[in-house]
């Protein structure tokens, strides 16, 4: 029947079913805090209209789960980041922002790279970096297969640029029916909107290092790409190529979002360790990583089976990593 399922779904999303897609306008950043009836603290990141309907890009500094709430549901009193810092020092959002500037000198791998779990298991984080092939389903399909009895759903964290997006709308699709599912739980996380890079500059020049690139417009914009798809942007960020200087990095998180490095990115031979964030990518242009991947899942895989390795979700992750 599971089988039977994933091939249903497959078939949908090779059909280009989707809900239809939101018109976002007016996207823009827009700090606040407000409690709910229940008494629960939410901070306000963004504003925007969807087919004229006024919205919030919203996180439970808390959690770090992001939501979106309608305008006319809420009164936010308006803030700053910094006012947010200085007023809730002890929120893990809050602590997130400021463990990851504590390593923003890194020319790579700034931000936040691994946690210290109580338990054996990883952070996967799958990029999705511009290309012109196809998505590496076998990857989701053997996380699903090795998880499903024991861990359901499986959570990842999809690092998307606007660019991957915009060119593969099926393979986009077929990755949100898994996690409307209950197959997968996804943390989508920002990777820019276009992904620029050479092959021919330097790192300390490279990716978002190169001149005339608009910090503002590779967050935001993929921010609205990822809403207008019917997906929410978590508040985490990775940079492409994992490159970054101090001043930019800065640039990033003054937008509120949280960047991921990896301690394992297993294309380069970097083995992975129980707290890692371990990299692959998903895009078709990575294929020993993603051998590699399906090697350490069968390798681990009597202790998936037992309980003894687990996937964490980066969320929960990050916020054990900043207590």
């Not at 959690?63 to 809420?74: E, G, M």
């Not at 810092?85 to 504590?102: E, F, G, M, S």
Request: hydrophobic share 40%.
């Amino acid at each position: 029947m599971k089988n039977l399922t994933l091939l249903i779904i497959s078939f949908i999303s090779l059909l280009g079913f989707s809900s239809v897609q939101a018109q976002i306008t007016d996207y823009k950043v827009s700090y606040g805090e407000y409690t709910d009836n229940t008494n629960v603290l939410y901070f306000t990141l963004r504003s925007y209209k969807n087919n004229n309907t006024p919205y919030y890009l919203v996180v439970n500094p808390a959690t770090l789960v992001t939501s979106i709430v309608k305008a006319s549901d809420v009164t936010p009193a308006k803030s700053s980041l910094d006012q947010l810092r200085k007023k809730y020092p002890d929120a893990a959002y809050i602590k997130a922002l400021a463990y990851a500037d504590a390593n923003a000198k890194n020319l790579q791998d700034a931000g936040i790279t691994h946690s210290y779990p109580q338990e054996a298991g990883i952070s996967l984080t799958i990029d999705l970096c511009p290309s012109s092939k196809p998505l590496d389903r076998i990857i989701f399909l053997d996380l699903i297969k090795e998880f499903h009895k024991v861990q359901k759903p499986v959570p990842l964290a999809l690092s998307v640029s606007g660019s991957w997006i915009n060119r593969h709308g099926n393979d986009l699709s077929w990755l949100d029916s898994l996690d409307k599912a209950g197959d997968l739980d996804i943390t989508w996380v920002n990777h820019t909107f276009t992904h620029p890079t050479s092959k021919t500059l330097p790192l300390s020049e490279n990716f978002l290092l190169e001149k005339n690139i608009s910090i503002s417009d590779e967050v935001l914009k993929n921010e609205a790409l990822i809403l207008s798809k019917g997906l929410i942007p978590s508040v985490f960020f990775r940079f492409p190529g994992l490159v970054s200087d101090q001043s930019i990095f800065l640039q990033v998180t003054s937008f509120g979002v949280i960047p991921i490095g990896s301690d394992a990115w297993l294309a380069k031979g970097q083995q992975p360790h129980d707290g890692s964030f371990v990299l692959i990518h998903g895009n078709g242009n990575e294929p020993i990583g993603v051998k590699d991947f399906i090697q350490l899942l069968q390798q681990e895989n009597i202790n998936v089976k037992d309980k003894n390795w687990k996937l964490y979700d980066l969320k929960g992750s990050v916020i054990g990593e900043v207590k």
